[in-house]
Nanobody, 119 residues
Framework: QVQLVESGGGLVQPGGSLRLSCAAS????????MSWYRQAPGKQRELVAG???????NYADSVKGRFAISRDNSNNTVYLQMNSLKPEDTAVYYC?????????????WGQGTQVTVSS
């Protein structure tokens, strides 16, 4: 069965960096798109970044130039490098997949990892 396990969240000061990881199993990782979403308290879950099977990327305007999504097909892992973090980036971050080559609303989700940006 599809499993997605996020890690790397934590508490960081404004301006700091974190790298999130999402380990995938139960499907052919290399041919499927992956996405990162986030959900802040009282808000809807929103797309942060997506990466297609071919490596094409897409970002929310709010994170362009600060976040970078990447994938390691040899380790079935997708990453989200987050730089210049702001308090408004505080949220639970989820990885997901729609089991298609290009990104779209995920069918499967991980359990999420908390990111808190605060001084």
């Amino acid at each position: 069965q599809v499993q997605l396990v996020e890690s790397g969240g934590g508490l960081v000061q404004p301006g700091g960096s974190l790298r999130l990881s999402c380990a995938a199993s139960g499907f052919i990782f290399s041919i499927n798109a992956m996405s990162w979403y986030r959900q802040a308290p009282g808000k809807q879950r929103e797309l942060v970044a997506g990466i297609s099977s071919g490596g094409y990327t897409n970002y929310a305007d709010s994170v362009k130039g600060r976040f970078a999504i990447s994938r390691d097909n040899s380790n079935n892992t997708v990453y989200l490098q987050m730089n210049s973090l702001k308090p408004e980036d505080t949220a639970v971050y989820y990885c997901g997949t729609n089991l298609r080559a290009t990104w779209g609303p995920p069918r499967y989700w991980g359990q999420g990892t908390q990111v808190t940006v605060s001084s």
